[in-house]
């Protein structure tokens, strides 16, 4: 499975922004799907992740009230819409998909995209 994400950028705080990530292959509603988020010198961080029918969502403490993710399996595509957005949510947002049923954990995922800057300016 190859993960493309795309839609970051440079927005003030307050903001929005809303994040894609593109799959190959027909596998991906086999998938577990999330979103993490790495800073410059910190661990990566769990924001969101959607199990494989849609039928849950997870967020992050960071995430929740704010974001939203969502998946298109007829596209092949995961979002993550983010709101009122903040500098701390400045990061690299990396797209994941797995197949553990413990979806908070980036050890977990088997396949990773190239990650997206997300930039949040006060």
């Known amino acids: 499975v190859q993960l493309q994400a795309s839609g970051g950028g440079l927005v003030q705080a307050g903001g929005s922004l809303r994040l894609s990530c593109a799959t190959s292959?027909?596998?991906?509603?086999?998938?577990?799907m999330g979103w993490f988020r790495q800073a410059p010198g910190q661990e990566r961080q769990f924001v969101a992740a959607i199990r494989l029918s849609g039928g849950g969502t997870y967020y992050g403490d960071s995430a929740k009230g704010r974001f939203t993710i969502a998946r298109d399996n007829a596209k092949s595509t995961l979002y993550l819409q983010m709101n009122s957005l903040r500098p701390e949510d400045t990061a690299v947002y990396y797209c994941?998909?797995?197949?553990?049923?413990?979806?908070?954990?980036?050890?977990?995922?088997?396949?990773w995209g190239q990650g997206t800057q997300v930039t949040v300016s006060s």
């Open positions: 292959g027909r596998t991906f509603r086999s998938y577990h």
């Open positions: 994941a998909a797995g197949a553990s049923d413990i979806v908070t954990l980036d050890r977990n995922y088997y396949y």
